[in-house]
């Protein structure tokens, strides 16, 4: 008996910026260096974004080729005018894949309505945009198992380390009753350089050079970041159901070297650390700075590192601790969800 052949999983981008692009030459230019990619036979039939044009092709778009164009010329095509929306609403694809940047002011629009009408049209929906589960995550959930179809995004928190996939398939029977963390990269890093002794201005100027601070990093400075992944780990993890407008916030723009430097004076250092409880029936979480002791467990995640403890009713805590994330993880996290879409096909 033949083995049934699937088509190839018809992909829409919307966004294509440092993650989307390194997931092309994944799949592309440096696919002989990742094996496990042999069961993705991805085929993109559009990339839409805010500045750089847009590609449509029914047919199926060549991603190396999309990698050249844009180191070339900068962009896409500019003639084709169709909007996000439009091509979310009437293109023919099995998963979208949501790519653009997180916005706080717009409560994670338009990604949300984005998603929200891929999943009507019964469309998976893969995502590393954090806005719409920390805006919507209820209500996108169930809309996705209304339509028996997959709304993944592994790599909002902690790039492609399988947070997710761990409370998925791994936690069943357990209650989580509590989370804390360190989940911002950039904050940590600027810490970790502000007890060196360096200025918040170099040390974040340090950080954009390196290329994971963002051109304009308050929502990292401000905790805005921090909060939507807070958000997200309370949401899915502790069935809450709060945005990050709702998760009590201090970020680390008012720091000084010379607070960092007295932290370690004292045998202490100084952390941005993200926590959910429960308290009195709800849930509860909040951002914020925090003193803790050199022999903390906090305490060794340094740099671009992150952690994330979780406690249960069943087991003791446990930790996923993540060294030196980069690009190549938060692609990786993307693909990971890819590769569940297309298993369940």
């Not at 989307?20 to 974004?49: C, H, N, W, Y």
């Not at 949501?98 to 893969?126: D, F, M, Q, W, Y």
């Not at 340090?206 to 905790?223: C, M, N, S, V, W």
């Not at 690009?327 to 996290?333: E, H, K, P, S, W």
Request: charged letters at 25%.
């Amino acid at each position: 008996m033949k083995k049934k052949q699937h088509r190839p999983l018809r992909a829409l981008f919307v966004g294509f910026g440092h993650v989307a692009q390194k997931m092309a030459a994944m799949l592309t230019v440096e696919r002989k260096s990742f094996p496990g990619l042999k069961d993705l036979d991805l085929e993109t039939i559009g990339i839409l974004t805010r500045s750089r044009g847009v590609l449509v092709n029914p047919a199926g778009i060549d991603l190396a080729w999309a990698l050249r164009v844009l180191g070339e010329k900068g962009a896409f095509s500019r003639q084709n005018q169709l909007s996000v929306r439009q091509a979310v609403e009437e293109l023919d694809y099995d998963v979208l894949v949501e790519l653009s940047t997180l916005n706080i002011a717009e409560k994670g629009e338009p990604a949300v309505s984005h998603v929200r009408t891929a999943l009507n049209r019964k469309r998976h929906v893969v995502t590393a945009n954090k806005g719409p589960a920390a805006f919507a995550y209820r209500e996108l959930d169930r809309l996705a198992r209304q339509n028996e179809v997959s709304f993944l995004f592994e790599s909002t928190v902690m790039d492609g380390a399988p947070v997710f996939n761990l409370q998925r398939y791994s936690l069943r029977g357990c209650r989580v009753t509590g989370l804390s963390g360190i989940l911002n990269t950039t904050t940590n890093f600027v810490i970790s350089r502000l007890e060196q002794g360096e200025s918040m201005a170099s040390a974040v100027k340090t950080a954009q050079e390196l290329g994971f601070a963002e051109a304009d990093p308050a929502l990292d400075i401000e905790g805005w970041d921090a909060a939507a992944k807070t958000a997200i780990l309370a949401n899915v993890f502790m069935g809450a159901n709060i945005t990050p407008l709702q998760v009590e916030r201090q970020g680390i723009s008012d720091l000084t070297a010379g607070e960092a430097g007295r932290a370690l004076k004292n045998g202490r250092c100084l952390k941005l650390i993200c926590r959910a409880w429960e308290e009195k029936g709800a849930v509860r979480a909040r951002v914020g700075v925090e003193e803790i002791s050199l022999r903390h467990a906090f305490a060794a995640v340094s740099g671009k590192g992150a952690a994330l403890r979780i406690e249960t009713d069943m087991m003791g805590p446990f930790w996923i601790v993540q060294e030196d994330p980069g690009l190549n993880d938060t692609a990786a996290g993307v693909l990971q969800d890819l590769l569940s879409v297309a298993a369940s096909r």
